[in-house]
């Protein structure tokens, strides 16, 4: 196809099937254990996903309650960092803490 053969109505349907979609999210999630400390925990989400002690606090009660509590919705590469940034976190100060991500 030349250039010539585009109209206004090929381009505009050429724009139409090619429309950017939302990326997918992903949910990152902090799973209970037995030995991380509560303080630890909060402290976590407060430097990682930028709660407020409030927030920090019931989202520690979550995982400490229900086994698991979500931090944050991100795009694939922001939740694969902040991920990596938890377990990292978490294994230089010698906490079993595991932080994971699912589609959302």
């Known amino acids: 196809m030349s250039q010539s053969d585009f109209t206004a109505d090929t381009l505009l349907q050429s724009i139409s099937r090619n429309q950017l979609q939302e990326p997918p999210m992903f949910k990152v999630i902090l799973l209970n254990d037995d030995f991380t400390p509560m303080e630890f925990v909060i402290d976590t989400l407060i430097r990682f996903f930028d709660k407020s002690i409030d927030d920090a606090t019931q989202i520690m009660l979550n995982v400490h ?29 010698q906490h079993p803490l595991q932080c994971r991500m699912e589609k959302n």
């Not at 309650?65 to 990292?88: F, H, P, S």
């Open 65 to 93: 309650l229900k086994g698991m509590g979500v931090c944050g919705v991100y795009t694939r590469d922001i939740a694969e960092t902040k991920v990596m940034q938890v377990n990292r976190h978490a294994r230089t100060h």
